[in-house]
Nanobody
Framework: VQLQASGGGLVRPGESLRLSCVAS????????LGWFRRAPGKEREGVGCIGRADNIPTVSDSVKGRFTASRDSNTNTAYLQMNSLKPEDPAVYYC?????????????????WGQGTLVTVSS
């Protein structure tokens, strides 16, 4: 059971990135999947969550209107589409799941974490 995050990189302000989180060893849609970020010197921040099954994805107020969380059940992969990236967005981004708990929120029981992918925004 693991998550593999990828897609980070260096972009200019206003550009976009799409992060991917591939799940293996379990079926992603049966559990909640959260996106988090940690910038240097700051606490970890939740930026998005997809509950199990048909739960509607949500994002935090700090990224609302720019970031979109989604999931592809066919490929067992979650995505975080990040548009209009700002200088305050750089961080290591992580995905985490509530497997083996079939939750609809990402507040707790995040038992499995991906390794993180670095996003840098610089002109």
């Amino acid at each position: 059971v693991q998550l593999q995050a990828s897609g980070g990189g260096l972009v200019r302000p206003g550009e976009s990135l799409r992060l991917s989180c591939v799940a293996s060893g379990f079926t992603l849609e049966y559990y909640a999947l959260g996106w988090f970020r940690r910038a240097p010197g700051k606490e970890r921040e939740g930026v998005g969550c997809i509950g199990r099954a048909d739960n509607i994805p949500t994002v935090s107020d700090s990224v609302k209107g720019r970031f979109t969380a989604s999931r592809d059940s066919n490929t067992n992969t979650a995505y975080l589409q990040m548009n209009s990236l700002k200088p305050e967005d750089p961080a290591v981004y992580y995905c985490a799941t509530t497997y083996p708990y079939p939750m609809n929120s990402c507040v707790k029981d995040l038992e499995v974490w991906g390794q993180g992918t670095l996003v840098t925004v610089s002109s």
